[in-house]
């Protein structure tokens, strides 16, 4: 894990009972650091006179990752066919693209005219860049609350990306975190800042807004389905940030 990963982040994975090896927080240390730790297991079994099956498993660019992530399309789809209300619009954040990846193919097939969007912090907006520009731009010392959305896109999650999502929008921390604060009010969920960026995107990104309008000069009543990811909270910072807002 990134030295500067959230302790919530790290005693939670200490408390399921895993080891955790940290890096420095770029990609290419944790890609090293992964690979240091692989060859140690595999070592330290043969020296034991063990077999060992070390394998590693990516958070996110692995089409099983993706698929996985797709179920999510599936679920919120089911739901609101169920409820009378079929959805326009998917949004989800998108930091690595696993999942942003899996729900627009899901999405697309289940209803090839729904719009799917990625939502991003400007302070890590390498997937905007990337999808806009259609060339593939990694993430560089990335400065966000939303610490779940750091990583550049992979290799096989970019070209579904491109391939399947309309659009990518950003939105400032501030906005984040007052999308956050209205979460923990409003609906009572203990949402992370990464989740929130998906209702910032509604409630604060004027490109957004210019999209919606020219969508409701053929529907008013645009259905708009959002994924809130994650509850990784450190009430402490979290609290701290809110009372500010």
């Known amino acids: 894990m990134p030295r500067n990963a959230p302790a919530v982040k790290k005693n939670a994975v200490q408390g399921y009972g895993a080891a955790v090896t940290e890096c420095t927080p770029t990609l290419e240390a944790r890609e090293a650091t992964v690979k240091e730790v692989m060859n140690r297991l595999q070592e ?63 999405a697309k097939g289940l209803r090839s005219n729904v719009l799917v969007f990625g939502a991003e912090p400007t302070g890590a907006s390498d997937a905007q860049a990337s999808f806009r520009s259609r060339v593939f731009h990694p993430s560089v010392q990335p400065k966000t609350i939303a610490d779940g959305l750091l990583t550049s896109l992979g290799d096989i999650t970019f070209p579904l990306i491109l391939e399947n999502v309309d659009d990518i929008f950003t939105v400032t921390d501030e906005e984040i975190a007052k999308a956050m604060k209205f979460i923990w009010e409003r609906m009572k969920i203990i949402v992370e800042p990464s989740s929130c960026v998906t209702l910032a995107v509604v409630l604060f990104s004027s490109e957004f807004k210019e999209r919606i309008a020219k969508l409701q000069s053929t529907n008013q009543s645009l259905k708009i389905g959002l994924v809130l990811s994650g509850g990784n909270v450190d009430l402490g910072s979290c609290l701290a940030l809110l009372s500010n807002i």
């Open 44 to 106: 330290e079994a043969t020296h034991r006179g063990e077999e060992a099956l070390v394998r590693f498993v990516p958070p996110y660019d692995h089409l099983d990752v993706i698929r996985g992530q797709g179920t999510i399309a599936f679920e919120l789809v089911e739901q609101a066919d169920e409820m009378g209300t079929p959805l326009d619009i998917v949004i989800t954040p998108v930091g690595g693209g696993g999942m942003l990846s899996g729900v627009s193919v899901a």
